[in-house]
Nanobody
Framework: QVQLVESGGGLVQAGGSLRLSCAAS????????MGWFRQAPGKERDFVAG??????????ADSVKGRFTISRDKDNPKNMVYLQMNSLKPEDTAVYYC???????????????????WGQGTQVTVSS
């Protein structure tokens, strides 16, 4: 059973930085992709960034390109995935979710339905 546990959320001023972490356990991830989604109150859960575990290929939503960086630590036994968030804006405020899903070759899934495992979420609040 795959388990994903996020950490690192919090309150930060606009222009600041946060790093989210996701510890993944329960299977080998060589054929998986990992992603970060976010959901603001009253809105849908949106794709933020994804990474193909084997190739390291990444993909970002336009709204975070140049500000957020997703990475993974293959040598860490906890299969860590990170989301470094810089130049944060109030509109980045949301609950952030880590997700895992099967992926062929070096494809990076971007759709909600392409991920089949989810963490519990961590709150990120950016004040103006």
């Amino acid at each position: 059973q795959v388990q994903l546990v996020e950490s690192g959320g919090g309150l930060v001023q606009a222009g600041g930085s946060l790093r989210l972490s996701c510890a993944a356990s329960g299977r080998t991830f060589s054929t998986y992709a990992m992603g970060w989604f976010r959901q603001a109150p009253g809105k849908e859960r949106d794709f933020v960034a994804g990474i193909n575990w084997r190739s390291g290929r990444t993909y970002y939503a336009d709204s975070v390109k140049g500000r957020f960086t997703i990475s993974r630590d293959k040598d860490n036994p906890k299969n860590m995935v990170y989301l470094q968030m810089n130049s944060l804006k109030p509109e980045d405020t949301a609950v952030y979710y880590c997700a895992a899903g099967p992926s062929r070759s070096d494809y990076v899934p971007r759709g909600y339905n392409e991920y089949d495992r989810w963490g519990q979420g961590t709150q990120v609040t950016v004040s103006s």
